[in-house]
């Protein structure tokens, strides 16, 4: 009886002990040194998943992982992706990293209004896109946030970005009131990066496309300030106030200098500035110019126009902008 309940005491000690060695491997430090980044591929099982986190040392066996994952898992389908591991994260915490698809979100930002070159900057510094792209034409690109993968290549991306434009632009064109000018959706994409520069604000973006929309009816010049510095910088800021001989110069996109629109966009203009230009405001203004606020002030005439011109020189006057 005694050499029974030695070896029951044994056989427990030696489950304890099991059970304690299984807890430190699932729940205890990961391997890895380190912080690491594990991309699981498209469509992959969760055997070919534990297989890359095997391969880059997050964790020390697959198949001890697969069977923990088996008994303590929830089952849920992984997801594919970019898996950021902690150092030392246990087998436990990458398991739930797996199920709840916790990928990490690689992003190209684009701002409205941005130009194309600064497309193309933005895109080829982007960390973990691979080859080259050009700079994309401009107008092409939808202002957004693109989200992207390891490994993604830039001409990849860049194609998702124009192909929102194109489905956006669509979906608006349909839209489109008697009230706006543009006779294309191509010249809506002018209209609307000349808009896009004109103004930071978005609820002034239906008033201003409204005032462009008033003087190209009436064959007037837009006289727009960002068509000037579009030539000289392809849309970067000018850092200096514009020469009265680049005001004088003829070259398709001064709106100084010729009437009607710019001979191309000078911008990837947003929805909201796009939708402006396709149902503009009502009003008969002609001029706005800036009020001090970051806003602008609308005039009818242009008496009134240059009422609101003294206001904002003495404005600028007053900060010693002048």
């Known amino acids: 009886m005694r050499k029974a309940g030695c070896l029951g005491l044994l056989i427990g000690l030696a489950l304890i002990a099991a059970l304690a060695w299984v807890a430190r491997d699932w729940s205890g430090e990961g391997p890895a040194p380190k912080p690491l980044a594990v991309v699981v591929p498209e469509g992959a099982s969760l055997a070919r998943a534990a297989g890359e986190m095997e391969k880059q040392g997050a964790i020390r066996s697959a198949w001890r992982f697969r069977g923990y994952a088996r008994f303590f898992g929830t089952g849920k389908p992984i997801k594919a992706g970019e898996y950021a591991i902690p150092a030392r994260a246990s087998a436990s915490d990458i398991l739930t990293l797996l199920e709840d ?35 994309p034409r401009e ?3 939808l202002p957004d946030s693109y989200a992207y993968q390891l490994n993604d290549t830039r001409a990849a991306v860049l194609a998702r970005m124009q192909k929102a434009m194109t489905d956006y632009l669509a979906r608006a064109w349909e839209k489109r009131t ?118 602008h002030v609308f005039a009818d005439t242009l008496a009134q126009h240059n009422a609101n011109v003294a206001k904002w020189y003495a404005i600028r006057r007053a900060r010693g902008e002048m």
């Open 101 to 135: 698809g916790k990928v990490r979100q690689r992003l190209v930002p684009v701002p409205e209004g941005y130009p194309s070159i600064l497309v193309h900057e933005a895109l080829m510094r982007a960390e973990g896109l691979s080859g080259d792209v050009a700079v």
């Open 139 to 141: 107008g092409s690109v």
């Open 178 to 295: 008697p009230a706006s000018v543009v006779k294309s959706p191509e010249e809506a994409v002018i209209l609307a990066s000349v808009v896009e520069k004109e103004t930071g604000k978005p609820s002034e973006r239906r008033m201003v496309a409204a005032v462009y929309t008033n003087r190209l009816k009436l064959g007037m010049p837009l006289q727009a300030d960002p068509t000037v510095i579009y030539p000289i910088t392809k849309g970067k800021p000018l850092g200096r106030r514009i020469k009265r001989s680049e005001l004088q110069a003829k070259n398709g996109y001064n709106t100084y200098a010729s009437a009607g629109l710019p001979i191309g966009p000078i911008a990837n203009p947003g929805r909201e500035s796009i939708d402006a230009v396709l149902d503009p405001a009502k009003t008969s203004a002609l001029y706005f110019v800036a009020d001090g606020t970051g806003r």
